[in-house]
């Protein structure tokens, strides 16, 4: 009995002294590989660096492309190589911008477009104007457009059907924000399909999440979920890491919009892909995704009843925005804001907020959406009990739609369009029936609704030209809607008559 007990602690000591023995080696390996693998990494050359960091860019994952850049454009400085290091500090200007650096990273870029290196190199032009045009979408539409129209001209002279085919697809995204919705879907979808016909995967994808997030803002969301859905099948095909942040926020929006039967599974699936969305833009910083998924968030917590929720989450896209200089989404969290002290029956407390909304949203020049805050401004006056200074915003805001409308081409996309804005109609019928007794106003506005898909179809219809392209009239109506944005919305005169947009 001793004798077996002490060769099974003699055994056992052995097997100790092995696997001692055994994780010294494990550890040692494990040491050298790690040196090893930082060797790897610590030599990889500045073209790997750029190369990697091109594909996780062309993914649209610039957050985390741009450590890469940075790391390629010091070594590409310390060698001299001026072209290159441009080239990846271009890419980790990008990352800083959406980091929320957008006025300085605009003001380098505009000093690194004026150098005669990039002036002289049609690909780096192409590289800094891109950047220069993305940041413009977030700070001016005008400015955006100009800046697409220069990259398209560049592209178009070094033949380069991919940048020309996206300044087509961006100035679309221009012309949507302007107010002209029927040529911005006609361009998206002309820019996903060429994408497909060239191989831009990328693009292609790009220009489909757009294009879905157009439908679903339209009520649409059912059909912009599919157009996400082979999007997404295309990026598992092309050898995408992971979707870009940009698909997630079309995604959630579509998900959260999705009619019956489809709710109830859209909205789980949507909350799921909100919150691991909104973890992934606040680890890394990506201040425009945040802000538009903390937005998507205040709006559900406003409809499971939980207004201290949905207010903190508006406040701190407004803090968030303000800090980043991003006046949309400063003007969209103003607006929900606005909404919000309305359901509370605090009227007083909506007016400094939608105020604000709206100062902020002219300096963007955004036509589209502004239909919604001037109506809203009328909602609040209507509920302080001004009601001739809220049937005059109304009638404002109907003027505003009329404008977009004379751009959609068929009766079905003004029908989708009127039904997307429906509310304005209807709570603008509200107030002239049950407050202002004046039926025949009332009625006028319910036929104005109802007839502008088909007059405006018979009238307009047509296709649209080349966006680089401008024709007079739709400049003419671009500056009648900049009038409309920009006038004055009370000032103590009787309201204004119809649009010239709407009558010409």
Request: charged share 25%.
């Amino acid at each position: 009995m001793q004798i077996a007990v002490l060769c099974t602690r003699k055994g056992i000591l052995k097997e100790l002294r092995e696997f001692s023995q055994s994780r010294l080696r494990s550890a040692v390996r494990i040491a050298v590989g790690g040196i090893l693998t930082s060797m790897c990494v610590y030599a990889q050359t500045a073209g790997e660096l750029v190369s990697q960091a091109d594909h996780l860019a062309d993914e649209g994952n610039w957050f985390r492309a741009a450590p890469l850049y940075a790391k390629a454009e010091k070594e590409l400085q310390r060698v001299g190589d001026r072209r290159n290091e441009l080239w990846a500090k271009f890419g980790r200007l990008h990352g800083n911008a959406e980091s929320g650096l957008y006025r300085a990273t605009r003001a380098q870029v505009l000093r690194d477009l004026a150098d005669p290196l990039v002036e002289g190199d049609r690909q780096l032009k192409i590289r800094a104007l891109a950047l220069l045009g993305t940041i413009d979408l977030n700070l001016d539409t005008a400015a955006a457009g100009y800046d697409w129209r220069q990259l398209l001209a560049v592209a178009t002279a070094a033949g380069d059907r991919k940048w020309q085919n996206r300044a087509d697809g961006y100035l679309g995204l221009v012309a949507g924000m302007s107010g002209n919705i029927g040529a911005a879907g006609g361009a998206l979808y002309q820019a996903v399909m060429k994408a497909e016909q060239i191989g831009d995967a990328s693009g292609e994808i790009y220009f489909a999440t757009w294009l879905a997030n157009g439908m679903a803002v339209n009520n649409m969301a059912d059909r912009a979920v599919q157009l996400l859905n082979r999007a997404e099948e295309l990026a598992r095909k092309s050898g995408f890491s992971e979707m870009p942040l940009q698909f997630s926020i079309a995604k959630v929006r579509a998900l959260l919009q999705l009619p019956e039967p489809q709710r109830a599974r859209g909205r789980e699936e949507g909350k799921k892909l909100l919150a691991s969305s909104l973890e992934l833009a606040r680890k890394n910083g990506v201040r425009g995704a945040e802000t538009e998924l903390l937005s998507q968030a205040g709006q559900l917590a406003i409809e499971e009843r939980n207004f201290t929720g949905a207010e903190h989450s508006f406040k701190e896209v407004v803090e968030i925005s303000k800090a980043a200089d991003l006046p949309r989404e400063e003007a969209d969290g103003l607006l929900h804001l606005s909404q919000l002290y309305r359901t509370e029956d605090a009227p007083a407390k909506a007016v400094p907020a939608i105020n604000r909304g709206i100062e902020v949203l002219r300096r963007v020049e955004e036509a589209y959406d502004f239909p919604m805050y001037v109506a809203e401004k009328a909602e609040v006056e209507a509920a302080l009990g001004e009601l001739a200074a809220a049937d005059a915003l109304y009638d404002r805001a109907t003027d505003l739609i009329d404008g977009l409308l004379v751009n959609a081409q068929t009766s079905r996309m003004k029908t989708e369009m009127i039904a997307a804005v429906g509310d304005i109609y209807v709570a603008h019928f509200r107030l002239a029936w049950d407050r202002l007794h004046a039926p025949e106003k009332a009625f006028s506005i319910v036929e104005s609704a109802r007839g502008r898909a088909l007059l405006d179809s018979i009238r307009y219809a047509r296709q649209s030209g080349p966006l680089s392209l401008e024709t007079p009239g739709e400049k003419e109506i671009a500056r009648l809607q900049r009038v409309l944005v920009h006038g004055e919305l009370l000032d103590g005169t009787k309201p204004r008559g119809r649009s010239p947009c709407a009558t010409h």
